[in-house]
């Protein structure tokens, strides 16, 4: 299972110490040459700051419900990773200066859109993992979530949902990041890896959370319903 997670926001600064080794980020034959552009068109003194894992710089919703310091190791199965307008995807342990570079920004003479840029570079490297009985869990959205999706492994979108009175649905915003946080720390807690989306909504379903699983095939949506 690989599960997908978006930047936050919110992120806290390093306290001093040693700056990050941008080699040793992952994916870095792949990815590197395209951090190496962004950061000299950013900031080229970035990588002497100080640096911390990704896990504690990124400090938003999703990631407080997520806690993955309080979490138990991830045995091989189950691969975690983060979505970043700066540096493609890093892992949770990677060690990262604090930023800002949300997907929708516009870099100083960078002609193509951050989306554009990173595409081809992240299907690339995560190539490897997107073949038949694989499972991609989705929590990100917007931006993040059209730079790249599988097309051969089992892809599950995580979409929380507003249930009104008279029974319609809609998107919810900040609550979403929480539902979305909540969901990925019941899989990483689970005593057994998620292997297919049905596994997925089990889950979630034994951590208390209404939900709602449908597609077919690749595609799948599982609906997490607030009331």
Known sequence: MLLLLPPSEGKATPPAGPPADLDLLAFSPVLGPIRDRLVRALDPGMPEAPAAPAAEVYTGVLFARLDLATLPPRDAGREVLIASGLWGLVRPADRIPVYKLPITAKVPRLRKTLPALWKPAIAKALQPLDTPGELVVDCRSGGYAAVW???????????????????????????????????????????????????????????????????????WTLDVLER
């Open 149 to 219: 999706r599988p097309t051969r492994a089992a892809h599950l979108a995580i979409r929380p949902l507003r249930v009104n009175p008279d029974g319609s649905r809609q998107a919810i915003s900040h609550n979403a990041k929480a539902a979305r946080g909540d969901v990925a720390r019941a899989l990483l807690r689970a005593s057994t890896t998620a292997r297919t989306p049905q596994d997925v909504a089990d889950i979630a379903a034994r951590a208390g959370h209404e939900i709602e699983l449908t597609g077919a095939g690749v595609a």
